[in-house]
Each structure stands twice: as C-alpha cells, then as structure tokens.
C-alpha cells in the first residue's frame, strides 16, 4: 500500500517536472504563445491516467501559482494565472483528467489516445479561450482568431505525439513493471 502510494507521488511529481521542461519550448505568438505545455498534458494522461494526470497537472499549477518560473516563458506567479494564459493552464487540469478517463474507460490504444488527446485539447482551448476574452476584453470572435485558431493544427499534431509516444511509453513501463495503475480489465489489456 505505502509502495503504490509513494509510486504516484513520484509519478505526479516527474510529469509536474516534465510539464514545467517542454513549457520552455515555445514560439512566441502576440496574445498566447505555442509551448509544449500541451504535449506534456497529453503524454501524462496518456502514460498515467486520469487521476495522477490530473494530479500532476495541479502540482505543475501550484509550483507555478507560488512564484516558481515553471510556465511557458520561464513564467511563474499567480498574475499568470489570472492573466490572459491562465485559462489554459487551469484547463490542463480538467483536459488530463478526460483525456485519461477516456482511455481508462476504452482502451490505451494509439488510436484511442488520439482520440482522447483531440479531445483534452479541446478542454484546454475551451478554457484558455474563455479567460482570454475576459481578461484581455475581447470579443467572442476576437477570443477565437487569438486563443484557438492559431492552436488548432499545432494542437492536433501534438495530440498525435502525445498518443503516439504516450502509448508506447506507458507500454514499456508495464512491460517493466514501473506502472501499475489500473482501474479496469480493458487497461490490463493493453
């Protein structure tokens, strides 16, 4: 029991820390910039499912919220996650969690995993969107050209490198015996 409890504690903690990695690679955009904060999102949910997902993705946020430069940019502190980006890092939360509950609840399968990616960036652009428009004052329309649209492609690649090496991943550490979450006979198939 101590053993699996100490194992997602390392789990969430590793993905919180691979999350605040790939955040630093981005291409900066004039109201929100590419990062890779939505590849990690995908790849923990993928890898770990939804409960430590999510876990890891509130650790990434509070390590973030209390000033350390985890966000995209080298960012930190709460003013970002009340500013105009915030949204986005809120909805990792929520998208890890579906994404991995979609997987849990079908199969770990690439082409389930693609699905449930698709579907976790939705979640994210959905929140980021929402916060955008409050926040910077702008219109629906304005919210969508600045905060989805420019993601859409890009999103949908990376929902594919999430799947992609996600799935592979969490299959090599089964194979290992490093990941023993399972919640349903269909995950222990896969």
Request: charged letters at 10%; one cysteine or more; a positive charge.
């Amino acid at each position: 029991m101590q053993s699996s409890k100490l194992r997602a504690i390392i789990l969430s903690s590793i993905f919180a820390a691979i999350t605040a990695i790939l955040a630093q690679m981005e291409i900066p955009l004039p109201l929100v910039p590419i990062s890779g904060q939505t590849l990690a999102v995908g790849l923990t949910a993928t890898i770990i499912g939804s409960r430590l997902g999510a876990v890891a993705m509130v650790c990434y946020m509070m390590l973030g919220a209390i000033g350390l430069p985890v966000f995209a940019g080298f960012g930190g502190g709460p003013q970002v996650l009340v500013g105009p980006t915030g949204g986005y890092i809120i909805g990792f939360i929520f998208a890890a969690y579906v994404t991995g509950k979609i997987l849990e609840k079908t199969t770990f399968t690439i082409a389930m995993a693609m699905v449930a990616n698709t579907v976790g960036m939705v979640i994210t652009l959905a929140f980021g969107m929402v916060q955008l428009k409050f926040v910077a004052d702008l219109s629906w329309a304005a919210a969508l050209a600045g905060g989805v649209y420019p993601f859409l492609v890009v999103g949908l690649i990376k929902a594919f490198l999430a799947s992609w090496i996600g799935i592979i991943v969490r299959r090599r550490l089964q194979q290992a015996n490093l990941l023993k979450i399972t919640t349903n006979n269909k995950q222990r198939a896969a």
